[in-house]
């Protein structure tokens, strides 16, 4: 399929190619393989570590230094990006472009933190007027909260913040909840404790009611559809609890949804916040997915420097230099790993405990989006894509399955993330050094442990080496590196999906299950679905 782009200067057709049909892929493929725990030994790895790094955003950089990568490989890889033309394709999306084939329908994430192109309208509406127009009812909305003019019943302030969703209704807002609550206390911005109902597990639901005073919380209910059924389960579990302790629910609550659901002006509700079809799920931490239950966590003015940061990373991503483009160059390493070395999977391990469910998201953000085996146009592919992703901060991980990492029988990547300063700010001096600089000593020693290997006539005390990594590197985990590092991480599965030619923009693999489990609760059900069913005593 061909689509054309034009701008000031010229008319580009773009071209949508599976990887295998690319001439430069065939040549890279056919490239002189790195000796990894060679290159990064003694000098050498010195002046790979020195060279081989892009600035990002907000201070951050992006070394690929222990990756498997030369110059002549790296040749190819902008070779590659060229022929695919990644650059085009980004182009494409965020001027407007139908790029989610699977349901016919544009890709407007990033338009919720910036303008990167020409103003996008659909349904004859202005997006990016629409998406800053919800950012600011949520802000007025928050603030009135925080100055308690909109109460409880009693004319008591709100004290917790709880949302109810599921995926990336709960995933992404829940990570980087998590990843700012300790820096907001440091820098007196924490205005509400955050809490997240998301299992239909009741358990799930019974605990976060356990642990806070539901007269004093009120309840972001986030359902972009209206009819999700764990989430409106979990509103009804709620409601009920809300009851139980005299309290009317519709004073406690508020909807995120689209203006087209049945949440969006029921009286059920404080009031509604909008998000619309052109962002997915795990795409929505910038929406008002993220933004309702950020804003009234940490204020309006913490959610705007998260928009700020991944605004600035979105930019980056549109340079068409590859070499300085480091969602780019990180999404084709990437597939030189999967594609060509034929490594299945990649772990993602912050040294951060404030991203302890950050590896949690971007299992969400990758997985669903290129855990695909047929292209844009419903055929198959003959290629792997998507890697498994997962992961656990440093230095917990160290201790939990690095020993698979180090001497198991498949290389897995590594995705590093560190940071020199802790959010705290204050630290202890213990065996003449801080908590801090231990936790950067162990990344440091783990990147080169990982590359170099050591060898020993004990095989059992071996280590081969050559297990490719890359880092991360930031000053502080704030808002603006947040919202950096989830943009930094979002561009690269998409340029991964284009490079795939596969749609990394609709989740169909998600539906057949609940279309089953519905079977299961109406009790149409047969052969294997109804021996479960029986066993499970539903």
């Known amino acids: 399929m061909n689509e054309i782009i034009n701008n000031k200067e010229e008319t580009i057709m773009v071209t949508w190619n599976n990887l295998d049909t690319l001439d430069s892929f065939d040549k890279l493929s056919k490239v002189e393989r790195v000796n990894l725990a060679e290159v990064m030994s003694g000098e050498n790895g010195a002046n790979r570590v020195k060279n081989y790094s892009v600035p990002m955003a907000e201070g951050f950089t992006y070394n690929y230094a222990a990756k498997a990568v030369d110059d002549n490989v790296l ?39 910036g303008q990167l192109g020409n103003a996008v309208v659909a349904d004859g509406v202005d997006k990016r007027k629409f998406y800053v127009e919800q950012q600011q009812r949520i802000a007025d909305f928050a603030n009135k909260v925080h100055a308690g003019e909109i109460t409880n019943a009693a004319g008591e302030k709100f004290t917790t913040v709880v949302q109810i969703g599921i995926g990336g209704s709960d995933l992404g807002p829940r990570a980087m909840y998590l990843a700012l609550e300790n820096w907001a206390k440091k820098n007196n911005t924490f205005k509400m404790e955050a809490k997240f109902i998301s299992n239909v597990d009741p358990d799930d639901a019974a605990a976060v009611l356990n642990s806070v005073d539901v007269a004093h919380s009120i309840f972001v209910l986030v359902s972009k559809s209206g009819t999700t059924l764990e989430t409106l389960t979990n509103e009804s579990f709620v409601k009920d609890a809300l009851k139980k302790a005299g309290l009317d629910a519709s004073k406690h609550m508020i909807a995120v949804t689209s203006e087209t659901s049945p949440l969006a002006k029921s009286d059920d509700y ?15 931490s910038t929406s008002a997915v993220g933004g309702a239950v950020l804003s009234l966590a940490f204020g309006p003015d913490v959610f705007a420097q998260f928009l700020e940061g991944a605004a600035a990373e979105d930019k980056l991503s549109a340079n068409k230099d590859v070499l300085k483009n480091p969602e780019m160059l990180d999404a084709l390493i990437g597939v030189y790993e999967r594609n060509v070395l034929g490594y299945p999977s990649t772990a993602v391990l912050p040294y ?81 050094s801080t908590s801090q600089q231990k936790l950067c000593a162990n990344v440091a020693a783990q990147i080169v442990a990982f590359a170099c290997g050591k060898a020993d006539d004990d095989r059992n005390k071996n280590f081969e080496g050559g297990r490719p990594s890359s880092i991360i590197i930031g000053e502080e985990l704030n808002p603006k590196t947040l919202g950096a590092l989830l943009a930094h991480f979002e561009n690269k599965v ?33 052969g294997a679905l109804k021996v479960y069913s029986d066993l499970l005593n539903i």
Do not use: C
């Not at 060229?82 to 084939?101: M, S, W």
């Not at 998201?361 to 855990?371: F, I, T």
């Not at 990492?405 to 204050?426: A, C, E, R, Y």
């Not at 989740?507 to 047969?526: C, M, P, S």
């Open 494 to 526: 998409m340029f991964q999906g284009f490079l795939w030619n596969i749609n990394s923009f609709d989740q169909e693999g998600v539906q057949l299950g609940k279309v089953l489990a519905k079977r299961v609760l109406a009790h149409d059900t047969d």
């Open 270 to 284: 404080l009031a509604a916040f909008f998000m619309d079809d052109y962002i997915g799920g795990r795409y929505s």
């Open 352 to 432: 951060s405990q404030a991203l302890n469910r950050f590896p949690a998201h971007l299992q969400q953000v990758d997985m669903e989006s290129n855990g695909k085996s047929v292209n844009r146009f419903g055929e198959p592919v003959n290629y792997p894509t998507g890697p498994v992703i997962f992961g656990e901060p440093g230095t917990n991980g160290q201790h939990s399955f690095y020993q698979l990492l180090h001497q198991g029988t498949d290389i897995v990547p590594l995705q590093f993330i560190g940071f020199k300063n802790s959010q705290i700010g204050t630290d202890v001096v213990i065996q003449d």
């Open 75 to 113: 040749d190819a890889l902008v070779k590659l990006a060229e022929e695919a033309q990644l650059a085009e394709k980004f182009e494409e999306l965020y001027n407007g472009a139908v790029i989610n084939t699977g349901e016919n329908r544009l890709v407007l994430h990033q338009l919720t933190r």
